[in-house]
């Protein structure tokens, strides 16, 4: 049983530029949780989803970013028009419903210039 | 909102001893999770505690979970130089409900040989 597949593992973009963020859960999970990480900090709630559902999505800036959850597919995590400011490690972890624990992938490190 | 508050949040100390980090939060929960951060790596699961009173030990780590004080206590006995890492906690509100996980900001852990 793979773990959580994120990719890419480290995507540069330019100012302007959109950045798309997949993450596949364990097989069997059908939920998933999106975190940023900035260098030197903790993890930072952006949304949480369930299969073609966004559960809470409190953590997400109001502008440029988006998720989905399609009932086929990976989880994609979508910054439009990304800023220097978006540079940072975004994690996916997944869990299964009334299962208690959530697996990390091992991130995506984006960098805008 | 939920908080998750950890103490303390750089820690240095010499291999052989032992210490106790604490990870406090805001408001009822009964799932409290302890994960560990290798410089650059993902979050590896370490605990899930489930119910007031719940103790775990996985080698010289032993986490406990008081729920009446909304407190959990990672701690480390004898330490040895490979058990540096960031160590988080993470809470959500319980089984019965789809809830986001909240993480402390971490432990950074640095053990001198």
């Known amino acids: 049983n793979a773990g959580v597949m994120q990719n890419p593992r480290h995507l540069v973009r330019r100012r302007g530029q959109e950045a798309r963020l997949r993450c596949s859960p364990m097989k069997g999970h059908s939920h998933v949780y999106w975190y940023r990480q900035l260098p030197e900090e903790g993890l930072k709630f952006m949304v949480y989803l369930q299969k073609e559902n966004i559960i809470d999505e409190s953590g997400m800036p109001k502008e440029r970013f988006s998720a989905e959850f399609p009932k086929e597919g990976p989880s994609i995590l979508r910054i439009q028009q990304v800023v220097r400011g978006d540079s940072a490690a975004y994690f996916c972890?997944?869990?299964?419903?009334?299962?208690?624990?959530?697996?990390f992938g091992q991130g995506t490190r984006l960098t805008v210039v | 909102e939920l908080k998750v508050e950890q103490n303390p949040l750089f820690l240095s100390m010499q291999e052989g001893k032992n210490y106790t980090i604490y990870c406090n939060y805001s408001t009822t929960s009964d799932r409290l999770y302890w994960y560990r951060q290798d410089p650059g790596k993902s979050l590896e699961s370490l605990f899930v505690?489930?119910?007031?009173?719940a103790v775990k030990q996985e080698g010289r780590l032993m986490a406990s979970l008081d729920t009446k004080a909304r407190l959990s206590t990672l701690h480390i006995t004898a330490a040895v130089h490979d058990l540096s890492a960031t160590y988080f906690c993470?809470?959500?509100?319980?089984?019965?409900?789809?809830?986001?996980?909240?993480f402390g900001k971490g432990t950074r852990l640095h053990i001198l040989p």
């Open positions: 993470a809470v959500d509100r319980g089984m019965n409900r789809d809830d986001k996980i909240i």
């Open positions: 505690l489930l119910s007031n009173g």
């Open positions: 972890a997944s869990s299964q419903q009334g299962y208690t624990e959530a697996f």
